[in-house]
């Protein structure tokens, strides 16, 4: 199962960097045979390798030698409509929106198409990381970045039965949108899940809830509580959730993201969570907007509360 | 073998997994607090205060792992901070009274120090937290000084490839260092910086250190030998493989000649070889599962 995940891993780096020779080198003869603009060419090609990629994934027996070229060609197709509409002008000229909109768009409509049109599950987990990391930028753009979290949160928590790619996908997009947002000033990745504009509560609210209804429905499912009280569980969770979400919300999404992916048995995914909880720790301590003073209090307050919590769960447990 | 986590989400276990998340999360957070609050108020402190600190932390750190059995996951978390304090303590005793040492002192002189520890301690974490300051301590130090500067790179290959080479061959006779993941990093580390002389001998303008490359290949045979047929590790294959394919890439674009040249002579060469890279990986992995 590790060695699975480690050449998975391995696939889609060599899989990258063979997308990437195959667009210098698919546009070098293109546009040398057809007298075609750059700009053209990438939209030629870009539509001719998502199409390939569906057709190659669609043939019932397939050999690992097709699997390895649809790899490349998906993600030819999304780099090659990313420098076809511009998408570059975004850090130069930020007052251009439509380009950033309609290009993510399309990215996110396109793999959202792939997904249910293939049924390989390196390439769906793989088409529904580009839906979801352009929806991310998408909202973002569009000002509504603040539900992007709730909407990360509500996916993985409705998809996980039968769509357990997407959940994979999400993930993936959650951390690597929040990792790129906290280091680069690139416009549309500029914040993590801060909340600092409209619908910073609703946004907070309805995430705690998110997360107490599956925290409060895993103790349900295992049997785990002695008492029952899985409502006040359930309430308690989702204050602790609020407070945490709207101090810290990357923290509080990673915390999530553990145990959500202990839940469903996902060690890497699971790991990689802790190591952004540990990298957001790092990031909190340089964040400009509260003192050191009042971000040592929020630590120090949300370790305390966590070993109550380990005290309280201990007693409630059965067989604990 | 199974890792302590592995075992738990195999085999669904809620109740110890609830509570190493609230202990282990709750440290942190408490941790990071204690740490804020110190950063906060670092100006106002006197420097005998700040020094009482970090020591009681050492000593704390220490007392508490000789008190612990030394299989618990206890008595290596206290070595490792103890360990890490006293880099922390130079660190500060530099601050204080400004010593003027240079950066690669504060490691090397860290690596001596915690050497007796990790000898005594035979934990196989505390020998990689070795490696990694003799890193630092060599990658920070002044080469121009010594007149080696155009070696730098290949020094780290070479320096952290023999340790690599030393801690397979000793992981066979010695327990403690025969540890997956620890292993796992010191030839992530060989292989880096592996990768990374060979890239500077590409593309470096005066590289006649051809010996660099004899030195590449003797340790890629090394890797490949003792982690394919002697003990299948499919991690340090796929790395290895991987720095491999960097650098024919590397080397193609190079000596192709013009940019469009390149890129045709890297496709046609480069995707191939990466299919076949990953069906062998992939046909490794299946015996492995088997």
């Not at chain 1, 509504?144 to 994979?168: R, T």
């Not at chain 1, 951390?175 to 907070?204: C, Q, W």
């Not at chain 2, 085999?11 to 609050?37: C, H, N, P, R």
Request: aromatic share 20%.
């Amino acid at each position: 199962m590790k060695s699975k995940i480690t050449i998975h891993i391995f696939t889609a780096i060599l899989s990258f960097i063979g997308a990437l020779l195959m667009i210098g080198f698919s546009t070098i003869l293109l546009s040398d045979m057809i007298n075609l603009s750059h700009k053209s060419t990438y939209l030629l090609l870009g539509i001719l390798y998502y199409i390939l990629s569906i057709v190659m994934l669609r043939e019932k027996s397939r050999e690992l030698f097709i699997t390895y070229f649809a790899t490349i060609f998906q993600i030819s197709s999304v780099i090659l409509l990313l420098i076809s509409s511009d998408l570059n002008i975004l850090f130069f000229h930020v007052n251009r929106y439509y380009h950033v909109i309609v290009t993510l768009s399309l990215i996110s409509i396109t793999q959202a198409i792939f997904y249910l049109l293939v049924d390989s599950r390196p390439h769906k987990i793989l088409a529904s990381f580009f839906t979801f990391f352009a929806l991310d930028g998408l909202m973002v753009t569009l000002g509504l970045g603040q539900l992007v979290g709730v909407l990360f949160v509500a996916v993985l928590l409705f998809s996980i039965k039968k769509h357990i790619e997407i959940a994979y996908g999400v993930t993936i997009a959650i951390l690597l949108s929040l990792f790129f947002s906290l280091n680069h000033d690139f416009y549309f990745l500029r914040r993590g899940f801060r909340f600092e504009y409209n619908f910073t509560y609703i946004a907070v609210v309805l995430m705690s809830v998110l997360v107490g209804y599956f925290i409060a429905n895993l103790l349900k499912e295992k049997n785990l509580l002695a008492n029952n009280r899985y409502t006040i569980i359930s309430f308690i969770v989702t204050v602790f959730g609020v407070v945490l979400f709207y101090f810290q919300p990357t923290i509080a999404i990673t915390m999530f993201l553990i145990l959500f992916w202990f839940y469903h048995k996902s060690l890497a995914l699971m790991i990689a969570s802790f190591l952004m909880f540990l990298f957001f720790i790092y990031k909190f301590y340089y964040m400009l907007d509260s003192t050191l003073l009042e971000k040592s209090l929020i630590m120090m307050t949300s370790g305390i509360l966590l070993f109550g919590f380990r005290y309280f769960l201990k007693k409630g447990f059965k067989n604990a | 073998m199974q890792s302590r986590l592995e075992k738990l989400i195999e085999k669904e276990d809620f109740i110890t997994f609830f509570d190493y998340f609230f202990m282990v999360l709750g440290a942190i957070f408490l941790a990071s607090g204690v740490m804020f609050f110190i950063a906060y108020n670092w100006q106002v402190l006197g420097k005998f205060f700040k020094f009482f600190l970090v020591e009681a932390g050492i000593v704390g750190s220490f007392l508490l792992s000789y008190r612990l059995d030394e299989k618990s996951i206890g008595f290596k978390s206290s070595i490792l901070v103890g360990s890490f304090l006293i880099g922390v303590l130079m660190a500060l005793f530099g601050q204080v009274y400004q010593s003027g040492a240079e950066s690669y002192e504060l490691f090397l002189y860290w690596a001596v120090i915690v050497l007796p520890i990790a000898i005594l301690s035979r934990f196989s974490w505390i020998w990689v937290f070795e490696v990694v300051l003799l890193n630092f301590a060599f990658y920070t130090m002044d080469w121009y000084y010594i007149g080696l500067h155009r070696f730098e790179v290949e020094t780290m290959s070479i320096i952290n490839g023999i340790i690599f080479v030393v801690w397979s061959i000793l992981s066979d006779k010695v327990e403690f260092l025969n540890q997956k993941y620890a292993t796992r990093v010191i030839a992530t580390l060989a292989i880096f910086w592996m990768g990374f002389a060979m890239q500077e001998l590409i593309f470096s303008r005066y590289s006649a250190d051809g010996w660099i490359a004899i030195f590449s290949i003797l340790l890629a045979i090394f890797t490949f030998y003792r982690y394919r047929y002697k003990e299948l590790d499919i991690y340090i294959l796929s790395i290895l493989v991987l720095c491999l394919n960097l650098i024919v890439a590397s080397a193609i674009l190079r000596f192709s000649g013009s940019f469009s040249g390149s890129i045709i002579t890297g496709a046609i060469v480069m995707i191939p070889v990466g299919f076949f890279s990953i069906a062998w990986l992939k046909n490794l992995g299946e015996q492995d599962e088997k």
